[in-house]
């Protein structure tokens, strides 16, 4: 089993930036990719962005060039630097795993609001 918790979520600005973060627990050594989701009202779960154990990357097209996922393997720790954000950025953010059986695990989500 793995527990992730996020945290960094908030209200900004237009333009600002907010860094989430997501600790993994549990048996967190048998995690192999983790990624970051979101979800406005309205709207379904999408893919922000993910990593894999090897530290690959990719992106949604909508947020390219503005955020940047990482991961600290040693904390068990992915991040998501979120900067130049924009009113359409505003959801529920999920941090979401995969371990090695291929079982997933979701986190309870922390907000994220833009606006002026």
């Known amino acids: 089993q793995v527990q992730l918790v996020e945290s960094g979520g908030g209200s900004v600005q237009p333009g600002g930036s907010l860094r989430l973060s997501c600790a993994a627990s549990?048996?967190?050594?048998?995690?192999?990719?983790m990624g970051w989701y979101r979800q406005a009202p309205g709207k379904e779960r999408e893919l922000v962005a993910g990593?894999?154990?090897?530290?690959?990357?990719n992106y949604a097209d909508s947020i390219k060039g503005r955020f940047t996922i990482s991961r600290d393997y040693v904390k068990n720790t992915m991040y998501l630097q979120m900067n130049s954000l924009k009113p359409e950025d505003a959801a529920v953010y999920y941090c979401?795993?995969?371990?090695?059986?291929?079982?997933?695990?979701w986190g309870q989500g922390t907000q994220v609001t833009v606006s002026s």
């Open positions: 549990g048996s967190a050594f048998s995690i192999n990719r």
């Open positions: 990593i894999t154990s090897g530290g690959s990357t």
């Open positions: 979401n795993a995969e371990d090695v059986r291929g079982f997933f695990y």
